[in-house]
């Protein structure tokens, strides 16, 4: 049971915008930057998201993060078939001296 | 190129040990903190911890403390992550990453996939 609570699941169909939701708590999301991944199966994970908002080299502009209290958003817009895949909510907690993973969202495109 | 280079595919049986590799290259290896990521089959991703190959301090996750080491050795700019005893619970796909700014892992390695079975 991981620290970061993430949605199992999420849809959206083409050309459509989604958001999936990372919750998390004081000690870290609430006090440190938020990281969101990518991972396709098969393939290494993706960084998209760093610093809460800021894109990550490579990462498209419909990828967008946000952050509020200790909770933190990842939004696609203009939704695509190749956007199927995990994604993943990461930052550092001090409570655990540690990074921590959420769960990860399983994103289908309808 | 930047990029983080891991040795292949492992099959072992329990009780068995293994050591891993993580080799960098394209930049300066000791200026970066080297990140082990596990996934089990149909899992998530888990941090297992992390090491400054400059001066080899480590931070693990509490779940593998104890269970894990993780080393490096500057002088080939390769990263390690080993087991004494492996059971079949370490099965999974193992990786090794780089960060681009404090935490935000960017450069990743390909991934080592463990299989661990009698």
């Known amino acids: 049971q991981s620290v970061l609570t993430q949605p199992p699941s999420a849809s959206g169909t083409p050309g459509q915008r989604v958001t999936m939701s990372c919750s998390g708590s004081t000690s870290n999301i609430g006090i440190n930057y938020v990281y969101w991944y990518q991972k396709v199966p098969g393939t290494a994970p993706k960084l998209l998201i760093y610093r809460d908002q800021q894109r990550a080299p490579g990462a498209p502009d419909r990828f967008s993060g946000s952050k509020s209290g200790s909770s933190a958003s990842l939004a696609i817009s203009g939704l695509r078939s190749d956007d199927e895949a995990d994604y993943y909510c990461?930052?550092?907690?001090?409570?655990?001296?540690?990074?921590?993973f959420g769960g990860g969202t399983k994103l289908t495109v309808l | 190129e930047v990029q983080l280079v891991q040795s292949g595919a492992e099959v072992k049986k329990p009780g068995e040990s293994l050591k891993i590799s993580c080799k960098g290259s394209g930049f300066r290896f000791t200026s970066y903190w080297v990140h082990w990521v596990r996934q089990m089959p149909g899992k998530g991703l888990e941090w297992m911890g992390r090491?400054?190959?400059?001066?080899?301090?480590?931070q693990y996750s509490p779940s593998f403390q104890g269970h894990v080491t993780i080393s490096a050795d500057k002088s080939t700019n390769t990263a390690y992550l080993q087991w004494s005893s492996l059971k079949a619970s370490d099965s999974g796909i193992y990786f090794c990453a780089r960060p681009l700014d404090l935490d935000a892992l960017d450069i990743w390695g390909q991934g080592t996939t463990v299989t661990v079975s009698s």
């Open positions: 990461a930052v550092w907690d001090d409570s655990l001296r540690g990074l921590v």
């Open positions: 090491i400054d190959p400059g001066d080899s301090f480590t």
